[in-house]
């Protein structure tokens, strides 16, 4: 099993910052990749950003240019730096990991779920 652990979320103003992190643990090989989603009140989940083992990352149109992923690979953390935030940013963020075990399968994680609220 895979816990994943989020951190991070709270109110900020809007044109605000936020840092949210998210740590991986338990019976993982090796992390494919690690992401992040939202989900705003009365919307669906939509993805937020992507970061890949070898490196590369891919983002929501939204966000590109303001919100940045990163990842310790030590530490199996991802990060996402939020810049820029605007009130249509609120949601609860979650974090997802792709992991490959020790029997050389792959299965999909994710945390529990952080809250961003973005209001003057």
């Known amino acids: 099993q895979v816990q994943l652990v989020e951190s991070g979320g709270g109110l900020v103003q809007p044109g605000g910052s936020l840092r949210l992190s998210c740590a991986a643990s338990?019976?993982?090989?090796?992390?494919?990749?690690m992401g992040w989603y939202r989900q705003a009140p009365g919307k669906q989940r939509e993805f937020v950003a992507v970061?890949?083992?070898?490196?590369?990352?891919d983002y929501a149109g939204s966000v590109k240019g303001r919100f940045t992923i990163s990842r310790d690979n030590a530490k199996n953390t991802v990060y996402l730096q939020m810049s820029s935030l605007k009130p249509e940013d609120t949601a609860v963020y979650y974090c997802?990991?792709?992991?490959?075990?020790?029997?050389?399968?792959?299965?999909?994680?994710w945390g529990q779920g952080t809250q961003v609220t973005v209001s003057s």
């Open positions: 338990g019976s993982i090989l090796r992390i494919n990749a």
């Open positions: 970061i890949r083992s070898g490196g590369s990352t």
């Open positions: 997802k990991a792709d992991v490959r075990n020790y029997e050389l399968k792959d299965y999909d994680y």
